[in-house]
């Protein structure tokens, strides 16, 4: 017991991925099974998500049957797809019909037409009824997200009867905590948590202690919806029904963890314009287009600025020193915008910016730029000042950066609430809007003050 | 039953700040605690949140006595002391003593030295005992995360013993999923999950199904690789123990999704130099101070571009398309980079980018930025080229735009990587370093060339 944590990652040796790619070089595959053999799924699917192509192809074969499905479901989209498309047909129906059901809807669209008839085909009836619940069900829905493994019980038994029930069922489905209480028709009631259940006589009967109507959702509540649920009320898990209030599965706060990882994901990769499925060992012609498109989109975005510079090429002809300066006044306009855009696009996301508090969020943004562009501009003037020597051009850069961070923090709270009304996810386009109209008001106004004073 | 979840918030009506707004500012306390009445802490806190100061006093005070303390550890540090320092000390000190033990280690070193002793002094022995506990380690450890909280039982007594103990015990601490197996000097051996234990016969030891040194971490782990271990191998609990094994308390499912949430909103607002304890409705003046230490260092990183430029005054004076054009090159160096960078951040974060596929990473992206550096410098020099009519100032935009995108993806992997190894999080000063390497480079190789070629 050396380490932190009961984690085989986490020894003080050097990461598992130098470990592998030595014995993976040499074909020791005997040390390689003996790593192996100690990991779970998902420390299996970082592992080969860290390695090049020809390395994860050698690794991928080493793998035992068993977890195959395991570890494919918890691979990334574009790495489960490089290895998808290098196994054997038979192989990946074998793969998939292992694979939990909530895992294998998600990865069903990503097969061929021809392998996916054919797993269909190879389930038994019971499983391929409950994928096909699942499917029914978008992705990115509670729907898709539960699990439709649940144990649920009348409300006129005893307790007596409930335990003997469990009993017979073992091995109970994985992270149960509590039991759902459903009618004759199927239609959720209530649950009744298993640490009650033993706390309480025996002779109690589930009604008298479940929890009635608790902690439910609909199955076409988005994930988004149901990991703000988990959060607030810190459940352990919860009820799936769908429109009739009939019992179809149900979430953990494991299956929460997920989303709430894949979210944090998604959000940091999309402020550079990127998928969250990127691979990070993906080839380089797939990762080049994929990114050509933000590349592109920035290209408009700043020939539109260089345009408004454009306007001023007198100025610029006869003050060689404005070309000089420019990108100051258009940089702190952009840094002031994307703090105040940053917490407004937070604020709206956990529902604390809202029509009745705008105007007030609005006025403090900008007094904070105010004072932020007064300040600062002092110190930019002393500096021009020293610089080029001409107080013309210090009070200009020194105005024009007033303006510009007033217009960057109010900008900061208008462009997300203005998105958020067109129904889109702020977070992606706001970054890249801001920084147009930092630029652009930073240039109009340093040359356009330079142009009216100076010329 | 109209609503998606089975929680009040997400109801088709308006959002929980507007519709209290109106009876806050009526002074309609009635109304008010019908609704507060519904909501647990973590909604309260977030409520609280969303309003200026003097209508979340006047919320504040409608607050129950008995859900204060947990509303206050919920809430943000900075919003916390916004509500503290308009206490009276008997009700903070009152407040304090109702919350649990982790949470009111967080909150001890903000308060006031005479409020924080007062506090000891009131809190009874027990309580103490844990609290001094819980203090003893570091924020960010799994030591605070834990709570004190926990059952253990002997490895060798029956089902029956455990059950009868737990019917005793009742209620059960929140969350409990399993239950801690210890020796006679309290070190750990493994733990028993409750369902394992009901789905047995009664006769069964614990030492017989209990699970072996299963998932512990060590109290001076950092909460990154708990919630890391959680992940990895969906626990719903830990038991953690100190440096002899010796059990000291246990960790949810829960508190992890606490410590996740935390950590993506550190990472959101730390690329903007934001805080994460950041209040939305903060007073004007802290706000503008706390942002102005990143518009500080933004702007020596800009006017160290700005210098670079003025090397080049004698080329600017002479062509004056080369001041309109500059913002293009280091603008999509800036935007390559950024994507290579967080792709790089991300994959140390996740253990993927270690010494021995390093190499291979930097060669892809750089390969990766050649393909899209030729592709778009082909339009900007098309573009160019019909603007201003002149073949040298096309070829030579669109030969610093290949060389500045090189740059950007060779940047984009060696910052964060140098970064990690000197021990500093990348995710804060890599963009800052990125941007300013990429403008240094795009201005240098434009201006550079122009200079070589065309004056």
């Known amino acids: 017991m050396n380490s932190d944590t009961a984690s085989p990652e986490n020894t003080a040796d050097s990461p598992l991925v130098d470990q592998i790619i030595p014995y993976l070089k040499a074909g020791d595959d ?41 570890v494919l479901s918890e691979l990334g989209e574009e790495a489960r797809g490089s290895i998808l498309v290098k196994m054997a047909d038979a192989d990946v129906v074998a793969a998939a019909e292992t694979m939990a059901v909530e895992d294998l809807a998600n990865v069903m669209d990503e097969l061929p037409v021809h392998i996916s ?11 391929r009824k409950r994928l096909e619940a699942s499917l ?25 009867v409930v335990l003997r029930y469990l009993r017979r069922l073992k091995p109970l489905p994985h992270h149960t905590d509590a039991l759902m209480v459903t009618d004759d028709n199927g239609i959720y009631l209530g649950k009744l948590p298993i640490v009650d259940a033993i706390a309480e006589r025996p002779e109690t009967l589930v009604a008298d202690i479940m929890l009635e109507m608790a ?36 979430i953990t706060v494991n ?46 975005t700043v020939f539109l600025a260089a345009w408004v510079i454009g306007r001023f090429e007198e100025a610029l002809d006869k003050i060689v020193a404005l070309a000089v300066l420019l990108p100051i006044v258009a940089s702190m306009g952009g840094i002031a915008g994307s703090q105040t855009l940053t917490l407004t696009i937070r ?31 002092i110190v930019v003037a002393i500096v021009t000042f020293a610089w080029f020597q001409d107080t013309g051009i210090a009070l200009i850069i020194a105005a024009a950066m007033v303006l510009n961070l007033i217009a960057a923090s109010l900008s900061g709270v208008l462009i997300p609430v203005i998105l ?16 147009t109209v930092t630029d652009i008001i930073g240039f109009l106004s340093f040359l356009g003050l330079a142009t009216l004073f100076l010329i």
């Open 117 to 127: 008839e054919a797993l269909l085909e190879s389930l038994n009836y019971d499983h």
């Open 215 to 250: 902690d439910w959702v609909r199955a076409t509540a988005s994930d988004q919806d149901v990991s703000a649920l988990f959060d607030r009320r810190e459940l352990q898990s919860a009820a799936v029904v769908d429109e009739q209030g009939k019992l179809l599965g149900r």
């Open 136 to 160: 029914a069900f978008a992705e990115g829905t509670a729907g898709r997200l539960m699990s439709t493994n649940v144990i649920s019980v009348r409300k006129d038994v005893s307790i007596t």
């Open 347 to 377: 604020g709206l996301a956990l529902s604390q910016v809202t029509k009745s508090n705008l105007r007030w969020l609005g006025n403090k943004e900008m007094a904070v730029g105010l004072l932020n562009g007064v300040a600062w501009s």
């Open 30 to 70: 005997h040390k390689i099974d003996i790593i192996l053999s100690d990991l779970h799924p998902a420390e299996i699917a970082t592992l080969l998500e860290s390695l090049p192509k020809a390395l994860r192809q050698k690794l991928w074969r080493l793998i035992p049957d068993g977890v195959e499905g395991d």
């Open 420 to 435: 958020v009304r067109m129904a889109i996810d702020p977070a992606l386009p706001g970054p890249v809007i801001l920084t």
């Open 255 to 300: 299956d929460v963890v997920d989303v709430i990882l894949a979210k944090a994901d998604k959000s940091l990769l999309a402020l550079a314009g990127l998928n969250e499925e990127e691979d990070l060992f993906a080839p380089v012609l797939p990762s080049a287009k994929r990114r050509a498109i933000w590349l592109g989109i920035n290209l408009v």
